[in-house]
T-cell receptor
Framework: DGGITQSPKYLFRKEGQNVTLSCEQN?????MYWYRQDPGQGLRLIYY???????QKGDIAEGYSVSREKKESFPLTVTSAQKNPTAFYLC??????????????FGPGTRLLVL | KQEVTQIPAALSVPEGENLVLNCSFT??????LQWFRQDPGKGLTSLLL?????REQTSGRLNASLDKSSGRSTLYIAASQPGDSATYLC????????????FGSGTQLTVLP
C-alpha cells in the first residue's frame, strides 16, 4: 500500500535530550512537510523540503532540525533548545505540479510528551 | 500575513440534519482552499480542494464553496451521520510561499444518534 508512515506513535523526551521523529513515504512525492499541532489549534509549519538535500524553515522552526538525504525520508529532530515540545507532530507529502491542484497527504502522527 | 479563522469552534447536531461550517481568510492571494477531516489522535484526510478559479466542489454529501473576493468558504454537509463526527479543518495555499498551507483551528463536529 502507498502511504506515509510515522514512527514512533508516542515518544517521551527527557530534559536536555534530543529526539528524532521518523517520516517515510512511498508515494514518490517530491515535497515533504512537518507540522506541529497543539490542542484545539490548527497545524503550524515547522520545515518543508521540495527536493533532496534542500529544505526551508517554516513559521516555527526554532528548536527543530531536519534532513532530506533520500526522497522517501524526512526525519525531524526536536532539540533541547525547543522549550515546549509537547505536541502532536504530523508529516505530509505532496507532488509538485500545478500549484492550484496540489493537495498534501498526511501521516498518522507522533505524539511527543516531556517527562 | 495570512490568517484563517473557523467558526464555530464546536458544533453538536442531531443525526440527519444539514449543517454548514465556516472558514474565512484574510489574504485572497491563494492557489486553492482545502477542507480536511481529522479523527481524534489521527492524521488529516483531504475532503475537498477548491482551486482559486473555482466557486465550489462536491463529493457525495459534501459541498464546499469559495468566495475569494470576500475571503470566505463554507463546507455544507447534508444528512449528517454519527460517522461524520470529527474535527474539520480548512487550509489555504498561499501564493508565493512554495505551496505552504495555512490552517484554521478547526470545527469539532459531533453528530448525535
Amino acid at each position: 500500500d502507498g502511504g506515509i508512515t510515522q514512527s514512533p506513535k508516542y515518544l517521551f523526551r527527557k530534559e536536555g535530550q534530543n529526539v528524532t521523529l521518523s517520516c517515510e513515504q512511498n508515494l514518490n512525492h517530491d515535497a515533504m512537510y512537518w507540522y506541529r499541532q497543539d490542542p484545539g489549534q490548527g497545524l503550524r509549519l515547522i520545515y518543508y523540503s521540495q527536493i533532496v538535500n534542500d529544505f526551508q524553515k517554516g513559521d516555527i522552526a526554532e528548536g527543530y532540525s531536519v534532513s532530506r538525504e533520500k526522497k522517501e525520508s524526512f526525519p525531524l529532530t526536536v532539540t533541547s533548545a525547543q522549550k515546549n515540545p509537547t505536541a502532536f507532530y504530523l508529516c505530509a507529502s505532496s507532488i509538485l505540479g500545478t500549484a492550484d491542484k496540489e493537495t498534501q497527504y498526511f501521516g498518522p502522527g507522533t505524539r511527543l510528551l516531556v517527562l | 500575513k495570512q490568517e484563517v479563522t473557523q467558526i464555530p469552534a464546536a458544533l453538536s447536531v442531531p443525526e440527519g440534519e444539514n449543517l454548514v461550517l465556516n472558514c474565512s481568510f484574510t489574504d485572497s492571494a491563494i492557489y486553492n482552499l482545502q477542507w480536511f477531516r481529522q479523527d481524534p489522535g489521527k492524521g488529516l484526510t483531504s475532503l475537498l480542494l477548491i482551486q482559486s478559479s473555482q466557486r465550489e466542489q462536491t463529493s457525495g454529501r459534501l459541498n464546499a464553496s469559495l468566495d475569494k473576493s470576500s475571503g470566505r468558504s463554507t463546507l455544507y454537509i447534508a444528512a449528517s451521520q454519527p460517522g461524520d463526527s470529527a474535527t474539520y479543518l480548512c487550509a489555504v495555499s498561499r501564493v508565493g510561499s512554495a505551496r505552504q498551507l495555512t490552517f484554521g483551528s478547526g470545527t469539532q463536529l459531533t453528530v448525535l444518534p
